[in-house]
């Protein structure tokens, strides 16, 4: 059961259980968001939690990381980056002895369920897979130690790393690129970075097939830390 009000203490104001049809930066992690956040019910804050980061527990694991605990801190750690998204880890974050993670990050789904013909998105640990990333069209994220996680379909057609993913909803939410659905604003269309020539920044055009497109939205609801759960199966 969700809780829908909480006493929190990164601000003075109850914050309630509530869904952004607007993307908005956490002032926990200080991530983008869309979706299921908590805000504050002081009309007159423009204050917002990832649900994660709202709910964030003092201890965690993930099942990447065997026989370790990642420790719940209030800030981050400069020139420290998650080992998920590659990004710098600047708020709320988990850190253990092998790594930091965005609390967004740690509870990345393992399973996207979609349609590819019966098939899935799987979570990867460190790209090292064949497929190239449908957005940078690189097998690996990062060069050197770092490789980041990538959501990688069954029939291994489809890849995303998470960094990527995670760059490209900061970079559309610049551009005003969120398109808002009228089921309560789930981001659509946004196959890649949108560009002046219609064209996206790898040169694909926005009309691309119709699982793609499905693909990608998976992922990037996931990355924002608001997914619809019907559509990740859970």
């Keep these: 059961m969700k809780i829908t009000e909480i006493d929190h203490f990164s601000h003075r104001h109850k914050l309630e259980?509530?869904?952004?049809?607007?993307?908005?930066?956490?002032?926990?992690?200080?991530?983008?968001?869309?979706?299921?956040?908590?805000?504050?019910?002081?009309?007159?804050?423009?204050?917002h939690l990832h649900e994660n980061c709202g709910v964030a527990k003092p201890i965690a694991t993930h099942s990447f990381f065997k026989n370790t605990s990642f420790k719940f801190k209030k800030k981050g750690k400069r020139g420290k980056t998650c080992k998920a998204c590659g990004k710098d880890v600047?708020?709320?974050?988990?850190?253990?002895?092998?790594?930091?993670?965005?609390?967004?990050?740690?509870?990345?789904?393992?399973?996207?369920?979609?349609?590819f013909n019966?098939?899935?998105?799987?979570?990867n640990l460190e790209v090292k897979a064949s497929t190239k990333c449908l957005i940078c069209q690189n097998k690996e994220i990062y060069?050197?130690?770092?490789?980041?996680?990538?959501?990688?379909?069954?029939?291994?057609?489809h890849c995303y790393h998470v960094g990527c993913v995670n760059n490209m909803n900061i970079e559309n939410w610049k551009?005003?690129?969120?398109?808002q659905s009228q089921s309560g604003g789930v981001a659509k269309e946004l196959v890649f970075i949108k560009e002046e020539n219609g064209e996206s920044s790898n040169g694909r055009k926005e009309n691309e097939g119709s699982l793609v497109k499905y693909a990608l939205d998976l992922v990037v609801q996931a990355v924002l830390g608001g997914a619809v759960a019907s559509l990740l199966g859970i």
């Design 143 to 157: 060069k050197g130690k770092l490789k980041g996680w990538a959501y990688i379909s069954s029939c291994g057609k």
């Design 118 to 123: 019966g098939g899935s998105l799987r979570l």
């Design 17 to 47: 259980l509530s869904y952004s049809e607007t993307p908005f930066q956490c002032d926990g992690c200080k991530e983008l968001g869309l979706g299921s956040c908590y805000q504050c019910n002081n009309k007159k804050c423009d204050f």
């Design 90 to 115: 600047q708020g709320f974050m988990y850190k253990s002895k092998e790594a930091y993670l965005h609390p967004c990050c740690l509870t990345l789904p393992s399973t996207l369920n979609g349609n």
């Design 175 to 179: 551009m005003g690129y969120f398109n």
